[in-house]
T-cell receptor, first 117, second 110 residues
């Protein structure tokens, strides 16, 4: 089946630094990828929709200048948390869906746990 | 009001028991419904889709009630390995974005 790989799985950084998280679809082309954030005991919150070759669409309340998304190819999307602060510490998960809007199943990456000191 | 609401639980049940829980959704235009399973600190994985006529997959049965806008999941003959958080997921047809519930935690004890 489809596999989505996310890297790194865990990152600890100092406040003020930037962190890049990669999301790759390994055996299918993902025209659309989604980035979620999950705080403990809360649901996944969609941050943005990443479309290959175009600008990402951000959800209300998500700062596009802070969470930079690049989807330069059909198999790779990146999320960069710029000038990270402790409140950005969270579990970030990407998901990917191939072409066609009828499918509802998303394939999730393994997630990246970010801790900002 | 949240788009998708779930009873957070936890539901603590003995092995072999039956456990059931619901999820309500607010958008009547929702078209597709799913149950995902999430283990602690792991990514969600699709458990099953929910069809209008209801569907069963082994020990798991899902039901959809459009009139009352809820879906349900029933687990029969619970196993220890069923311990997880079950996420209710709703897909809006107009923009195919998924909305997630906060999850219902199930703990099966020996």
């Amino acid at each position: 089946g489809a596999v989505v790989s996310q890297h790194p799985s865990r990152v600890i950084c100092k406040s003020g630094t930037s962190v890049k998280i990669e999301c790759r679809s390994l055996d299918f082309q993902a025209t659309t990828m989604f980035w979620y954030r999950q705080f403990p005991k809360q649901s996944l919150m969609l941050m943005a929709t990443s479309n290959e070759g175009s600008k990402a669409t951000y959800e209300q309340g998500v700062e596009k200048d802070k969470f930079l998304i690049n989807h330069a190819s059909l198999t790779l999307s990146t999320l960069t948390v710029t000038s990270a602060h402790p409140e950005d510490s969270s579990f970030y998960i990407c998901s990917a869906r191939g072409s066609g809007r009828n499918t509802g199943e998303l394939f999730f990456g393994e997630g990246s746990r970010l801790t900002v000191l | 009001r949240k788009e998708v609401e779930q009873d957070p639980g936890p539901f603590n049940v003995p092995e072999g028991a039956t456990v059931a829980f619901n999820c309500t959704y607010s958008n009547s235009a929702s078209q597709s419904f799913f149950w995902y399973r999430q283990d602690c600190r792991k990514e969600p994985k699709l458990l099953m889709s929910v069809y209008s006529s209801g569907n069963e997959d082994g020990r798991f049965t899902a039901q959809l009630n459009r009139a009352s806008q809820y879906i349900s999941l029933l687990i029969r003959d619970s196993k220890l390995s069923d311990s997880a958080t079950y996420l209710c997921v709703v897909n809006r047809w107009d923009d195919y974005k998924l909305s997630f519930g906060a999850g219902t935690t199930v703990t099966v004890r020996a």
